[in-house]
């Protein structure tokens, strides 16, 4: 079973340089293969519709309808895109890229912190989120910030970048308001007095479909605000949380998920959050995607964040 494979949880390992992660080259080729795949439907798609076009022609010898068919081909695929479009610019704005700074003493003999802006800050690894109200609370997995929330020697920091409702962006510090090792979700809250924020749609899990289409935003090696595509490919799946204990009724996806996605949301067609993309299974030592990736159910994360928020970490998961 070793050889197939293994379950990760997936917060970005960074390089020196930020964005260059230790997966950046089977990143690349990831993606060169995911275009090529998108290409290929495409021109599969169109062949199809071409060759219904001219059965319909030979059949009902009409020229004129058989140019209305291959418009009205042409036409529901600008539609669909310009729908997938809308989806993106209307979610994405919600969406978060959280780093975890490992700050550097300003000397041995000093408990002063330099700034997560200055230099010494080093990039431990990135991950994604979501604004969930407009009081700055933002949801991510808990192993993107689980050194953050582990920390004892108080040199570690969370930052958030983000965007208000108004598309400017700016950075905040992240502090945690609580955390569920349980079921993998941690809750944070950035400063946004001046700023108004643009929350996510909250959906259900209840009554997904297998086959359905959904749409993963985050940002995978750093790569701030990416969208990919996919369907629901299972439901009912059960996934091992931080603390070795079952996650159960997962969300399983083709939508391409890797470093750097954990913590976002998986989106139904309408834009509504469904789910929080997790985990991806994928050959051991690669850390590339295999196309069969996780999330937590919203209905789970529906059941979990508002008592995160009141009350804050429970007490038996506290260090």
Request: aromatic fraction near 8%; glycine fraction near 10%; proline fraction near 4%.
């Amino acid at each position: 079973m070793a050889a197939l494979g293994v379950l990760q949880c997936i917060p970005s390992p960074v390089a020196t340089n930020r964005i260059f992660s230790t997966y950046s080259c089977s990143y690349s080729h990831s993606n060169s293969k995911d275009t090529q795949l998108l290409y290929t439907k495409r021109k599969a798609l169109i062949f199809t519709s071409l060759i219904s076009s001219c059965l319909n022609f030979y059949q009902n010898p009409s020229l004129s309808s058989f140019y209305s068919a291959i418009a009205l081909q042409v036409d529901e695929m600008q539609r669909e895109e310009e729908r997938v479009v809308q989806l993106f610019q209307e979610t994405s704005p919600s969406v978060v890229f959280i780093e975890d700074l490992e700050l550097a003493k300003v000397s041995n003999s000093s408990n002063q912190i330099a700034l997560s802006d200055g230099g010494n800050a080093k990039v431990e690894g990135t991950g994604s989120g979501f604004i969930w109200d407009k009081f700055g609370h933002i949801v991510t997995n808990y192993h993107v910030v689980s050194k953050s929330a582990t920390d004892r020697s108080g040199l570690h920091r969370c930052k958030i970048s983000l965007v208000d409702a108004r598309g400017n962006s700016f950075s905040r510090e992240g502090n945690i308001v609580g955390y569920d090792p349980d079921y993998d979700l941690a809750v944070l809250k950035v400063n946004v007095e001046g700023e108004e924020l643009k929350s996510v749609t909250l959906g259900t899990s209840e009554g997904l479909r297998v086959g359905q289409s959904c749409f993963a935003i985050g940002n995978p090696y750093g790569y701030a605000n990416t969208l990919t595509t996919g369907v629901i490919s299972g439901l009912g799946r059960e996934i091992p949380s931080p603390n070795g204990r079952a996650i159960r009724g997962a969300i399983q996806t083709d939508a391409a998920i890797n470093a750097g996605n954990s913590g976002g949301p998986l989106l139904d067609s309408s834009g509504h959050v469904i789910g929080v993309n997790t985990a991806t299974f994928s050959r051991k030592g690669t850390g590339v995607s295999s196309g069969v990736n996780f999330a937590i159910p919203v209905d789970t994360v529906l059941s979990t964040v508002p008592y995160l928020i009141v009350f804050g970490t429970p007490y038996a998961d506290r260090y």
